[in-house]
Protein backbone atom coordinates (compact mmCIF):
# COMPACT_ATOMS: atom_id res chain seq x y z
CA UNK A 1 0.00 0.00 0.00
CA UNK A 2 0.96 3.50 -0.54
CA UNK A 3 1.29 5.24 2.32
CA UNK A 4 3.79 8.53 4.12
CA UNK A 5 4.97 7.84 7.77
CA UNK A 6 5.74 10.92 9.63
CA UNK A 7 6.69 9.20 12.79
CA UNK A 8 6.66 12.56 15.16
CA UNK A 9 3.42 14.29 15.79
CA UNK A 10 5.26 17.09 17.67
CA UNK A 11 8.88 17.97 18.28
CA UNK A 12 9.88 21.25 20.15
CA UNK A 13 13.67 22.43 19.51
CA UNK A 14 15.57 25.63 21.08
CA UNK A 15 16.02 28.36 18.93
CA UNK A 16 19.13 28.43 17.02
CA UNK A 17 19.21 24.05 17.32
CA UNK A 18 18.91 22.22 14.57
CA UNK A 19 16.33 20.43 13.10
CA UNK A 20 15.02 17.19 11.56
CA UNK A 21 11.90 16.14 10.25
CA UNK A 22 11.70 12.43 9.45
CA UNK A 23 9.63 11.00 6.60
CA UNK A 24 8.72 7.31 5.18
CA UNK A 25 6.99 6.48 2.44
CA UNK A 26 6.16 3.47 0.72
CA UNK A 27 5.29 3.91 -3.30
CA UNK A 28 5.11 1.22 -5.51
CA UNK A 29 7.37 3.21 -8.37
CA UNK A 30 9.79 6.18 -8.07
CA UNK A 31 8.21 9.01 -6.31
CA UNK A 32 8.09 12.89 -6.49
CA UNK A 33 8.49 13.63 -3.10
CA UNK A 34 7.12 17.35 -1.14
CA UNK A 35 7.84 19.13 1.70
CA UNK A 36 5.22 21.59 2.73
CA UNK A 37 4.94 23.82 5.81
CA UNK A 38 1.16 25.26 7.13
CA UNK A 39 1.24 28.23 9.50
CA UNK A 40 -2.04 28.01 11.99
CA UNK A 41 -5.39 29.29 9.47
CA UNK A 42 -3.37 28.91 6.63
CA UNK A 43 -2.64 27.34 2.99
CA UNK A 44 -0.05 25.25 2.58
CA UNK A 45 3.76 26.37 1.26
CA UNK A 46 5.97 24.56 -0.45
CA UNK A 47 9.35 24.50 1.09
CA UNK A 48 11.38 22.05 -1.49
CA UNK A 49 10.52 18.97 -3.74
CA UNK A 50 12.42 15.86 -5.48
CA UNK A 51 12.16 14.29 -8.53
CA UNK A 52 15.36 13.16 -10.21
CA UNK A 53 19.20 13.71 -9.84
CA UNK A 54 21.19 15.09 -6.61
CA UNK A 55 19.55 13.30 -3.76
CA UNK A 56 19.97 16.92 -1.14
CA UNK A 57 17.23 19.33 -2.33
CA UNK A 58 17.60 23.10 -1.27
CA UNK A 59 14.23 24.58 -0.60
CA UNK A 60 13.55 27.79 1.26
CA UNK A 61 13.87 29.50 4.11
CA UNK A 62 17.17 27.39 5.29
CA UNK A 63 16.02 23.60 4.57
CA UNK A 64 17.23 21.42 2.98
CA UNK A 65 15.92 17.75 2.89
CA UNK A 66 17.67 14.51 1.35
CA UNK A 67 16.19 11.00 -0.35
CA UNK A 68 17.57 7.77 0.86
CA UNK A 69 15.76 5.77 -1.43
CA UNK A 70 17.23 2.18 0.31
CA UNK A 71 15.63 3.95 4.02
CA UNK A 72 12.86 4.92 1.70
CA UNK A 73 13.09 8.31 3.54
CA UNK A 74 13.12 12.03 2.58
CA UNK A 75 14.04 13.93 6.22
CA UNK A 76 13.35 17.54 6.54
CA UNK A 77 16.86 19.29 7.93
CA UNK A 78 17.20 22.72 8.80
CA UNK A 79 20.90 23.30 10.62
CA UNK A 80 18.88 26.66 13.04
CA UNK A 81 15.82 27.31 13.86
CA UNK A 82 14.32 30.58 13.87
CA UNK A 83 11.21 31.24 16.03
CA UNK A 84 9.06 31.87 12.74
CA UNK A 85 9.45 28.16 11.56
CA UNK A 86 6.89 26.90 13.97
CA UNK A 87 4.16 25.67 12.59
CA UNK A 88 2.99 22.10 11.33
CA UNK A 89 4.63 20.38 8.44
CA UNK A 90 3.63 18.07 6.25
CA UNK A 91 5.59 14.99 3.73
CA UNK A 92 3.87 14.24 0.45
CA UNK A 93 4.65 11.37 -1.75
CA UNK A 94 3.62 11.43 -5.80
CA UNK A 95 5.06 9.98 -9.00
CA UNK A 96 5.27 9.73 -12.69
CA UNK A 97 1.34 8.88 -13.63
CA UNK A 98 -0.24 9.61 -10.91
CA UNK A 99 -1.36 13.52 -10.36
CA UNK A 100 -2.27 12.94 -6.62
CA UNK A 101 -0.69 13.34 -3.03
CA UNK A 102 -0.40 10.73 -0.19
CA UNK A 103 -0.04 12.92 2.84
CA UNK A 104 2.11 12.41 5.98
CA UNK A 105 -0.22 12.98 8.85
CA UNK A 106 2.08 16.23 9.35
CA UNK A 107 4.73 17.23 13.00
CA UNK A 108 3.95 19.93 15.21
CA UNK A 109 6.93 22.15 15.45
CA UNK A 110 7.60 24.21 18.61
CA UNK A 111 10.15 26.89 18.98
CA UNK A 112 11.26 27.48 22.43
CA UNK A 113 13.03 31.11 22.81
CA UNK B 1 4.95 32.78 -9.33
CA UNK B 2 2.97 29.84 -8.64
CA UNK B 3 0.63 31.49 -6.45
CA UNK B 4 -3.00 30.25 -6.15
CA UNK B 5 -5.46 32.35 -4.27
CA UNK B 6 -9.25 30.95 -2.93
CA UNK B 7 -11.85 33.03 -2.03
CA UNK B 8 -13.66 33.85 0.77
CA UNK B 9 -11.05 33.19 3.14
CA UNK B 10 -13.61 33.46 6.02
CA UNK B 11 -17.70 32.44 5.53
CA UNK B 12 -20.13 32.19 8.19
CA UNK B 13 -23.51 30.55 6.35
CA UNK B 14 -26.75 29.22 8.24
CA UNK B 15 -27.69 25.57 7.65
CA UNK B 16 -29.37 25.19 4.77
CA UNK B 17 -28.26 27.33 2.95
CA UNK B 18 -25.06 26.99 -0.35
CA UNK B 19 -21.94 28.11 -0.42
CA UNK B 20 -19.21 28.77 -3.19
CA UNK B 21 -15.50 28.61 -3.19
CA UNK B 22 -13.25 30.10 -5.62
CA UNK B 23 -9.96 28.87 -6.37
CA UNK B 24 -7.52 30.31 -8.58
CA UNK B 25 -3.95 29.87 -10.11
CA UNK B 26 -3.05 33.90 -11.06
CA UNK B 27 0.62 33.07 -12.69
CA UNK B 28 -0.03 29.88 -14.46
CA UNK B 29 -2.90 27.66 -15.65
CA UNK B 30 -3.93 24.28 -14.38
CA UNK B 31 -5.63 21.71 -16.12
CA UNK B 32 -6.14 20.02 -13.17
CA UNK B 33 -6.91 21.33 -9.59
CA UNK B 34 -7.91 19.48 -6.11
CA UNK B 35 -10.19 20.12 -3.26
CA UNK B 36 -9.23 18.86 0.20
CA UNK B 37 -10.48 19.18 3.59
CA UNK B 38 -8.68 19.22 6.64
CA UNK B 39 -9.99 19.12 10.14
CA UNK B 40 -8.60 20.47 12.80
CA UNK B 41 -4.98 19.17 13.54
CA UNK B 42 -5.45 16.53 11.13
CA UNK B 43 -3.70 15.60 7.80
CA UNK B 44 -5.74 16.82 4.44
CA UNK B 45 -8.24 14.73 3.14
CA UNK B 46 -8.59 14.94 -0.58
CA UNK B 47 -12.35 15.54 -1.65
CA UNK B 48 -12.12 15.96 -5.79
CA UNK B 49 -9.89 16.63 -8.77
CA UNK B 50 -11.49 18.82 -10.63
CA UNK B 51 -10.41 18.74 -14.43
CA UNK B 52 -10.56 21.85 -17.05
CA UNK B 53 -13.50 21.22 -19.32
CA UNK B 54 -15.11 17.92 -17.73
CA UNK B 55 -16.51 16.47 -14.86
CA UNK B 56 -14.76 16.49 -11.23
CA UNK B 57 -13.65 12.92 -9.83
CA UNK B 58 -14.66 12.28 -6.35
CA UNK B 59 -12.88 10.60 -3.36
CA UNK B 60 -14.69 7.43 -1.93
CA UNK B 61 -17.50 8.90 0.50
CA UNK B 62 -17.66 12.51 -0.70
CA UNK B 63 -21.31 13.17 -1.81
CA UNK B 64 -20.89 14.73 -5.40
CA UNK B 65 -23.79 16.23 -5.24
CA UNK B 66 -23.56 18.22 -1.68
CA UNK B 67 -20.15 19.28 -2.78
CA UNK B 68 -20.13 20.92 -6.51
CA UNK B 69 -16.88 21.66 -8.38
CA UNK B 70 -16.86 23.65 -11.57
CA UNK B 71 -13.97 24.29 -13.39
CA UNK B 72 -14.79 26.33 -16.19
CA UNK B 73 -11.20 27.63 -17.13
CA UNK B 74 -7.81 27.19 -16.64
CA UNK B 75 -7.46 29.15 -13.87
CA UNK B 76 -10.68 29.16 -12.03
CA UNK B 77 -11.92 26.44 -9.93
CA UNK B 78 -14.99 26.76 -7.52
CA UNK B 79 -16.48 24.43 -4.88
CA UNK B 80 -20.26 24.74 -3.53
CA UNK B 81 -21.15 23.39 -0.78
CA UNK B 82 -24.70 22.75 -1.21
CA UNK B 83 -27.76 22.43 1.69
CA UNK B 84 -24.67 22.91 4.27
CA UNK B 85 -25.29 22.08 7.71
CA UNK B 86 -22.68 22.54 10.79
CA UNK B 87 -20.77 19.13 10.09
CA UNK B 88 -19.70 20.73 6.71
CA UNK B 89 -17.81 23.22 9.01
CA UNK B 90 -14.01 22.83 7.83
CA UNK B 91 -10.89 24.61 6.27
CA UNK B 92 -11.47 23.86 2.83
CA UNK B 93 -8.03 24.62 1.08
CA UNK B 94 -7.53 23.95 -2.62
CA UNK B 95 -4.21 23.00 -4.63
CA UNK B 96 -3.61 23.70 -8.74
CA UNK B 97 -0.91 21.51 -10.13
CA UNK B 98 1.45 23.05 -12.26
CA UNK B 99 2.77 20.79 -14.83
CA UNK B 100 4.10 23.48 -17.23
CA UNK B 101 7.67 24.71 -15.29
CA UNK B 102 9.98 23.02 -17.20
CA UNK B 103 12.66 25.74 -17.66
CA UNK B 104 13.96 25.57 -14.20
CA UNK B 105 13.55 22.13 -13.04
CA UNK B 106 12.96 20.21 -16.24
CA UNK B 107 10.74 17.86 -14.90
CA UNK B 108 7.95 19.21 -12.67
CA UNK B 109 4.42 18.38 -11.46
CA UNK B 110 3.83 20.20 -8.01
CA UNK B 111 0.79 21.26 -6.24
CA UNK B 112 0.56 24.90 -5.44
CA UNK B 113 -1.94 25.61 -2.50
CA UNK B 114 -4.51 27.57 -1.91
CA UNK B 115 -4.62 29.95 1.76
CA UNK B 116 -7.93 28.29 2.89
CA UNK B 117 -11.41 28.95 3.49
CA UNK B 118 -12.77 28.46 7.09
CA UNK B 119 -16.33 27.70 6.77
CA UNK B 120 -18.60 27.30 10.07
CA UNK B 121 -22.16 26.57 9.43
CA UNK B 122 -24.69 27.75 12.16
Known amino acids: AQSVTQPDIHITVSEGASLELRCNYS??????LFWYVQSPGQGLQLLLK??????LVQGIKGFEAEFKRSQSSFNLRKPSVHWSDAAEYFC???????????FGTGTRLKVLA | GAVVSQHPSRVICKSGTSVKIECRSL??????MFWYRQFPKKSLMLMAT?????????EQGVEKDKFLINHASLTLSTLTVTSAHPEDSSFYIC??????????????????FGPGTRLTVL
Open chain 1, 50 to 55: YFSGDT
Open chain 2, 50 to 58: SNEGSKATY
Open chain 1, 27 to 32: YGATPY
Open chain 1, 92 to 102: AVGGIGTYKYI
Open chain 2, 27 to 32: DFQATT
Open chain 2, 95 to 112: SARDTARLADTGVTDTQY
